[in-house]
């Protein structure tokens, strides 16, 4: 679904693409990296604070260029460790971004971690049974800019948070594409955001900290594997065999776990790092011991780390987590084999933690205002 705004936002720039615009005006080829450096380094929010550039420049950027394609509306901080963007775009569409500050504990390990999840599209197309952000299927692909102006936002916020130096992106440890919408389903803007993002002109974040969440679309995992640009890759799984994974996921009809395994050890062979197993676990869905040992074969078959998530409740959906007992039974299955396993435990639950929660709260107060 291609969604073309009124003017291009600069955040979708490539110091190329911006290059050669300003060349077909007239303009010297170093503009571009003075207005790519104001608008990622100095965070720079308005033209007229460029101030190193000819006044009628500025003019025609911002008659050509929409600086930033998303506002904030809503920041909503929890008590333990998430901080939730809502953020609007220029179509009033409402998409949401999450910092996530405390410590991740893993099982044994105790990691301490930043991390930034992003979202890339409006809705989703895939229809995950149990996802809010699916509910009410695909408005519409976010552009490379809108995907960018995402994590800028999580600077200004930063920068607010530490008035006296401005934050560098590169201090968060990790970005997840794990927000709104399937990723490899908006593939080229996904790319040209993330190259983006990785760029030195850019906003200089690594790309072997960027990890791509995907529901198993195998034709991209293969084409993901051969981007010069290494990113990491976690698998949404869910059901560790095909009749429990195609009860909840759609996707699996297309892509059953006969082709996607092997899609997903070819992608590992080729990156040689580890791939993450994101595993739900759903109340009498998926949480069996008879899943656990499947999950246990597939994981040490693709020498994968699993990531156990017990269900984050979605109003209006049935589905339940399983209880801490049965979570840790669950696990053990695969500590007892070996497997690098985590649980997750649950961060920020008070704030409408699972994707697309805190955007399907404010879309249904919207239309609630409307009717009423
Ligand atoms: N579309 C991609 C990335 C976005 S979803 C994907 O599916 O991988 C990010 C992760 O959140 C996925 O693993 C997804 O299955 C999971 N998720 C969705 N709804 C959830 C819920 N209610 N509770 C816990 N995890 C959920
Ligand atoms: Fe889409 Fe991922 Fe939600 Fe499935 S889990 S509906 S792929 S966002």
């Given at each position: 679904?291609k969604?073309?705004p009124e003017?291009?936002?600069?955040?979708?720039?490539?110091?190329a693409?911006?290059?050669?615009?300003?060349?077909?005006?007239?303009?010297?080829?170093?503009?571009?990296?003075?207005?790519?450096?104001w608008?990622?380094?100095?965070?720079?929010?308005?033209?007229d604070?460029?101030?190193?550039?000819?006044?009628?420049?500025?003019?025609?950027l911002?008659?050509t260029?929409?600086?930033?394609?998303?506002s904030l509306v809503l920041?909503?901080?929890?008590?333990?460790?998430?901080?939730?963007?809502?953020?609007?775009?220029?179509?009033r569409?409402?998409?949401?971004?999450?910092?996530?500050?405390?410590?991740?504990?893993?099982?044994?390990?105790?990691?301490?971690?930043?991390?930034?999840?992003?979202?890339t599209?409006?809705?989703c197309?895939?229809?995950?049974?149990?996802?809010?952000?699916?509910?009410?299927?695909?408005k519409?692909?976010?552009?490379?800019?809108?995907i960018?102006?995402?994590?800028?936002?999580?600077?200004?916020?930063e920068?607010?948070?530490t008035?006296?130096?401005?934050?560098?992106?590169?201090s968060?440890?990790?970005?997840?594409?794990?927000?709104?919408?399937?990723?490899?389903?908006?593939?080229?803007?996904?790319?040209?955001?993330?190259?983006?993002?990785?760029?030195?002109?850019?906003?200089?974040?690594?790309?072997?900290?960027?990890?791509?969440?995907?529901?198993?679309?195998v034709?991209?995992?293969?084409?993901?594997?051969?981007?010069?640009?290494?990113f990491?890759?976690?698998v949404?799984?869910?059901?560790?065999?095909?009749?429990?994974?195609?009860?909840?996921?759609p996707?699996?009809?297309?892509?059953p776990?006969?082709?996607?395994?092997?899609?997903?050890?070819?992608?590992?062979e080729k990156?040689g790092r580890m791939?993450?197993?994101e595993?739900?676990?759903?109340e009498?869905?998926?949480?069996?011991?008879?899943?656990?040992?499947?999950?246990r074969?597939i994981?040490?078959?693709?020498?994968?780390?699993?990531?156990?998530?017990?269900?984050?409740t979605?109003?209006?959906?049935?589905?339940?987590?399983?209880?801490?007992?049965?979570?840790?039974?669950?696990?053990?299955?695969?500590?007892a084999?070996?497997?690098?396993?985590?649980?997750?435990?649950?961060?920020?639950?008070?704030?409408d933690?699972a994707?697309?929660?805190?955007?399907l709260?404010t879309?249904?107060?919207?239309?609630a205002a409307?009717?009423?």
């Open positions: 679904m969604f073309t003017k291009p936002a600069l955040t979708g720039e490539t110091l693409s911006l290059t050669e615009q300003l060349r077909a005006h007239g303009e010297p080829a170093f503009r571009a990296r003075q207005i790519l450096d608008l990622y380094k100095k965070r720079a929010r308005a033209w604070q460029m101030t190193n550039l000819p006044k009628p420049l500025r003019t025609w911002a008659e260029f929409d600086l930033l394609p998303a920041n909503k901080q929890s008590e333990d460790v998430t901080d939730k963007l809502l953020l609007e775009l220029g179509d569409s409402l998409i949401e971004t999450v910092i996530i500050r405390a410590p991740q504990e893993g099982v044994g390990v105790d990691h301490s971690r930043k991390t930034i999840c992003i979202s599209q409006v809705g197309a895939m229809g995950c049974v149990f996802c809010a952000s699916g509910l009410a299927g695909l519409r692909d976010l552009t490379a800019g809108e960018v102006a995402q994590l800028l936002h999580v600077c200004y916020r920068d607010e948070r008035p006296r130096a401005r934050a560098e992106l590169a968060f440890d990790n970005i997840v594409v794990m927000g709104m919408g399937e990723p490899l389903a908006n593939y080229d803007n996904l790319i040209r955001a993330l190259t983006i993002v990785n760029a030195e002109w850019g906003l200089g974040f690594g790309a072997r900290r960027i990890t791509l969440s995907t529901s198993g679309l034709p991209k995992i293969l084409r993901l594997a051969d981007e010069p640009l290494g990491r890759l976690a949404s799984l869910h059901g560790a065999t095909d009749e429990v994974r195609e009860k909840i996921m996707v699996n009809k297309a892509f776990l006969g082709k996607l395994v092997p899609a997903v050890k070819a992608f590992s990156h791939v993450t197993l595993f739900i676990l759903i009498d869905v998926n949480d069996s011991l008879t899943q656990a040992g499947a999950l074969d994981a040490r078959d693709l020498h994968a780390h699993v990531n156990l998530i017990p269900y984050n979605v109003a209006g959906l049935p589905w339940k987590r399983p209880s801490l007992t049965r979570q840790e039974k669950f696990a053990d299955v695969l500590r084999a070996r497997v690098s396993v985590t649980l997750r435990r649950e961060k920020g639950h008070d704030i933690a994707c697309g929660q805190l955007r709260r879309e249904q107060e919207r239309a409307v009717a009423g």
